[in-house]
């Protein structure tokens, strides 16, 4: 029997078929039940070679706190959707954004790597061309990507306007087929941008991204292709729109409040229509799907958005790095769990490569997050390399139970804090732990010189950041989008940032 007719045996009993009533045995030398049970045995490695390569979607929500989620006991937020996600999954209670605020932590998705290294070293920073990014390994791996909804990697500062085809730090660059993005966070009836296509969308931006997502898998699946798809929410950042219906049950609330929470109900009823499409697709069970928040909650918002953590977005406190996470991936990952086991957005990257087995090469080094692969099956106790935060002038290192913060290393020391006893950040042990203390500060001097050599450009093959790499600069002021600007001044979401940065009085 040759190849061909090796597959079309195989294949049809693999399919549910009869095998052939009739073998030929004098040309094969092995019994017709012997070649039965060998081709079930191969049906089997197949079926674990097809689990071993999911379909994989990267959930982010946009400033949600530590504390905003219904299981968290939060006194006025409902989220079942999210609830039943985490109660079918793994649920995060130490996930820690790569950054207090978003560019940095996107970065980081993207590429494993803290991100300073990655040239984003605030909001609104262009992404290095010269990164090795996920969309692009897994691609190379044969899945199809996409993402949806908020960017924010290419550069430009400013209300959420849609990617330009032409822009050269947008999604396509970075590895993505399909994209439906914005430049930045995005609200009700927004003008997206698809593949370069300008469109006006109708409704909430939860919905219209994760309905965008689906259609996307839809397609891959139809077609047999494992898919990549990124959903990153605008909500619930500022400004804040929802429904009169999403945000009545906030009526007692103050205005920004009601929006607030009205927004995070819809983005909840966003995930119950994602699992619930995958359930219809028939592909929810292998499908892993990783959501998390890109930084930590906001100030201004009543009720309390960290859930009691010290600090809030902006901070390297826990109320700014501490943020929600679930995974769920029913084939693989047995519901209902809870891990303490610190985690972080830079864990991502070499989490998916390890389930899906990419070159090392795939990742650019070094790397400063690890596979949390092992954590899928049992809990795990110690982990084997620290996770270390630089944003601006503020520090934090994390070795185990214990965490260093600097919230502006030009004023003062490093503090102390054991962020499991003390996760409210309340008592300050430089003092009585001084031996610690030095310990954990030469670790994190030892890691940031790492970080800078990166920052000038070391891991690279050319030795250096490329020349033409940008700053960071306002889309309303840049001549890319001038044709568009008389068109936009009064749209609602642009209109206010407008005036201000052109120095235009209301």
């Given amino acids: 029997m040759d190849r061909c007719d ?41 079926a674990a070679f097809s689990a071993e390569r999911p379909n994989i979607v990267l959930v982010m929500t946009d400033d949600q706190g530590w ?22 999954g793994l649920r995060f209670e130490r996930f820690y954004a790569g950054a207090p605020n978003c560019s940095p932590t996107r970065a980081t998705v993207m590429t494993g790597r803290s991100n300073n290294r990655t040239g984003v070293i605030d909001h609104g920073f262009a992404l290095r061309l010269q990164e090795k990014t996920l969309p692009q390994a897994v691609k190379n791996a044969g899945y199809a990507t996409g993402h949806f909804g908020k960017w924010h990697l290419s550069g430009l500062r400013g209300p959420g306007a849609p990617v330009l ?11 993505f087929d399909e994209w439906v993005s914005v430049t930045n966070f995005f609200d009700w009836d927004p003008i997206m941008s698809r593949n370069g ?15 965008e997502a689906l259609a ?39 205005d920004a409040s009601q929006n607030h929470y009205g927004e995070m109900v819809a983005m909840d ?53 501490r943020v929600p996470c679930v995974l769920e991936w029913p084939a693989v990952i047995e519901g209902d769990r809870i891990t303490r086991y610190p985690t972080a957005t830079m864990d991502i990257f070499p989490t998916i490569a390890s389930i899906l087995d990419l070159p090392k090469s ?69 003092d009585k ?27 690279y093959p050319e030795g250096h950041v490329h020349p033409d790499h940008p700053t960071r600069r306002d889309w309303t002021l840049s001549d890319e989008y001038a044709p568009y600007i008389d068109e936009w001044k009064e749209r609602p979401e642009y209109k206010s940032y407008m005036m201000r940065v052109r120095g235009e009085q209301p």
């Fill in 433 to 459: 732990r001084p031996a610690l203390a030095k310990r954990l500060i030469q670790e994190y001097v030892t890691w940031y010189a790492s970080v800078e050599a990166s920052i000038a450009g070391n891991d």
């Fill in 269 to 321: 009823r966003s995930i119950g229509t994602l699992r619930a499409g995958l359930r219809d697709l028939d592909i929810a069970d292998n499908t892993l799907v990783w959501l998390n928040s890109d930084n930590g909650g906001l100030t201004g918002i009543s009720p309390d958005t960290v859930g009691g953590l010290r600090g809030s977005k902006n901070t390297v406190y826990e109320g700014g790095l």
């Fill in 6 to 46: 090796s597959y079309s045996y195989t294949q049809s009993i693999c399919d549910g078929h009869s095998p052939p009533s009739r073998i030929d045995t004098a040309n094969y030398s092995i019994m017709p039940h012997i070649r039965l049970i060998l081709t079930l045995m191969l049906c089997s490695l197949s």
């Fill in 165 to 175: 085809e032409s822009d050269p730090f947008g999604p396509g660059p970075f590895g």
């Fill in 67 to 88: 504390g905003q989620m219904g299981y968290m006991d939060h006194p006025i937020l409902k989220t079942p959707h999210l609830d039943a996600m985490a109660a079918n």
């Fill in 362 to 430: 795939a990742m650019l080094q070094p790397q400063d997050g690890l596979s949390i692969r092992p954590l899928f099956d049992k809990e795990l106790k110690d982990r084997p390399k620290p996770i270390g935060f630089r944003h601006l002038d503020k520090a934090a290192f994390i070795n185990q139970d214990y965490k260093i913060v600097a919230q502006a290393l030009s004023q003062g020391p490093f503090e102390l804090y054991n962020v499991v006893d003390d996760p409210n950040e309340t008592k300050n042990l430089a």
């Fill in 216 to 254: 996307f898998i839809r397609e891959q699946a139809g077609k047999g292709t494992p898919s990549f798809t990124v959903i990153w929410y605008g909500t619930p950042h500022s400004p804040f729109v929802a429904s009169d219906d999403d945000k009545a049950p906030f009526h007692n609330l103050n």
């Fill in 197 to 211: 296509t300008f469109e006006q969308m109708r409704g909430d931006s939860s919905e219209i991204i994760v309905d």
